[in-house]
Nanobody
């Protein structure tokens, strides 16, 4: 059974950084694209970006380019989301997953709150 554990969320002041981790199990490491989504209060879920099997990230939301970095460590089947220069509008629940494994292949999310 596919399972994900996200960690690293919390409350942070505007301008600070956080690094989210997401460790997967139940599927072979290094063989799938990982994705990161987020859902802010009162907003629809949106795709932040993804990282290919050869480690190349793509960012879908313009507002995170240059501030967020997606990476992966296939030795531990873990994906990371480094978030720098955080803004209050980055406040959201952040999710990681493997889109190719279906709608159920996402973690339960970790809350990030950025205070002004």
């Amino acid at each position: 059974q596919v399972h994900f554990v996200e960690s690293g969320g919390g409350l942070v002041q505007s301008g600070k950084s956080l690094r989210l981790s997401c460790t997967g199990s139940g599927f072979p490491s290094g063989t799938y694209i990982w994705g990161w989504d987020r859902q802010g209060p009162g907003r629809s879920r949106e795709k932040i970006g993804f990282i290919t099997t050869d480690g190349h990230p793509t960012y879908i939301i313009d507002s995170v380019r240059g501030r967020f970095t997606i990476s992966r460590d296939d030795a531990t089947n873990t994906a990371y989301l480094q978030m720098d220069s955080l803004k209050p509008e980055d406040t959201a629940v952040y999710y990681c997953g493997v889109p190719a494994l279906g709608r159920g292949a996402w973690g339960k999310g970790t809350q990030v709150t950025v205070s002004s």
